[in-house]
């Protein structure tokens, strides 16, 4: 399964962006999918998830009320609308895909499909 990832872009604090992540498996509504993100010099973090059917989503702490992930399965696309951009949201942000729902969202590893990613840069 490849993934592609767009909609990154520079942007200033307090303005939105969507990303959106489009894989190339026709069978797009058997992945569960996720984004992570990795700013310079860190460590990949969690970012959102969401259910085969949507039904499910998942947020970290720092992007809760800010991000809304989606999912359109008859587009095969699966989004991230991110409101209120800070600074601290710059990163290169991946969307991940596994065919099983992981045990933690937060867990990378238990993803087996990843993009290229995205850079996200949100100047103060």
């Known amino acids: 399964v490849q993934l592609q990832a767009s909609g990154g872009g520079l942007v200033q604090a307090g303005d939105s962006l969507r990303l959106s992540c489009a894989p190339s498996?026709?069978?797009?509504?058997?992945?569960?999918m996720g984004w992570f993100r990795q700013a310079p010099g860190e460590e990949r973090e969690f970012v959102s998830g969401?259910?085969?059917?949507?039904?499910?989503?998942y947020y970290a702490d720092s992007v809760k009320g800010r991000f809304t992930i989606s999912r359109d399965n008859a587009k095969n696309t699966v989004y991230l609308q991110m409101n209120s951009l800070k600074p601290e949201d710059t990163a290169v942000y991946y969307c991940a895909a596994d065919n099983q729902l992981p045990g933690r969202w937060d867990n990378a590893k238990l993803f087996h499909y990843w993009g290229q990613g995205t850079l996200v840069t949100v100047s103060s």
């Open positions: 969401i259910s085969w059917s949507g039904t499910m989503t």
């Open positions: 498996r026709r069978t797009f509504s058997s992945l569960v």
